[in-house]
């Protein structure tokens, strides 16, 4: 069945970089593009960025000066790195998975667990 | 970037009632439009999309309509199991959500 998992460190030093691993199976990430999401506690989600299935990526135009999304199809994984982070970067992280296979924009059929990432010194 | 603007932010009704929940975009996107529920603790899970077509294995209590800028979410029967926050959701042009919607039981 599909799965997505987010691993990463739970806390990140001001300034510091964060790198998540979203591990994914049941799914190719050749046939389906996957987000990453986040949402600080108590509020709205916010999409981040994509890895489209074609290996393309796309940005939310606030981040993206500071986010990268990657993948390695072989192990599964898509992994998204993000520079500078400051304490309204804190909130739980998902990887997502769309809806349709090899399409355009559309929402999100699975979402990962999440991991909680907390800035603070 | 299109911005879209959830009411109510927080909803309490009885078990039994219909409520409603309305998302504003600030620009048409044609029907690109989501809904999600998110349970305490859990991660959202995809109740609508284009506006009005049900996902599978939700009940059909859920429905969603609108058009252009305006959309709906509408929970008939309210039940417990329907304790959640809401969000909207546009994919017309990038994706951006609504800030929420809590709904609790009376």
């Known amino acids: 069945q599909v799965q997505l998992k987010e691993s990463g460190p739970g806390l990140v030093q001001p300034s510091e970089t964060l790198s998540l691993t979203c591990t994914v199976s049941?799914?190719?990430?050749?046939?389906?593009?996957v987000s990453w999401v986040r949402q600080p506690s108590g509020k709205g989600p916010e999409w981040m960025g994509r890895m489209w299935y074609d290996g393309d990526t796309a940005y939310n135009s606030a981040l993206k000066s500071r986010l990268s999304i990657s993948r390695d199809t072989s192990k599964n994984q898509v992994f998204l790195k993000m520079n500078s982070l400051q304490t309204d970067d804190t909130g739980t992280y998902y990887c997502t998975r769309d809806q349709a296979e090899s399409s355009g924009d559309v929402p999100f059929d699975y979402w990962g667990q999440g991991v909680m990432v907390t800035v603070s010194s | 970037d299109i911005q879209m603007t959830q009411s109510p932010a927080s909803l309490s009704a009885s078990l039994g009632e219909t409520v409603t929940i309305e998302c504003r975009a600030s620009?048409?996107?044609?029907?690109?439009l989501a809904w999600y529920q998110q349970k305490p603790g859990k991660s959202p899970q995809l109740l609508i999309y284009n506006a009005n077509s049900l996902h599978t294995g939700v009940p059909s209590r859920f429905s969603g309509s609108g058009s252009g800028t305006q959309y709906s979410l509408k929970i008939n029967s309210l039940q417990s199991e329907d304790v959640a926050s809401y969000f909207c959701?546009?994919?017309?042009?990038?994706?951006?959500f609504g800030s929420g919607t809590k709904l609790e039981i009376k």
């Open positions: 620009e048409d996107i044609y029907n690109g």
């Open positions: 049941g799914f190719s990430l050749t046939s389906y593009s």
């Open positions: 959701q546009q994919y017309y042009n990038y994706l951006t």
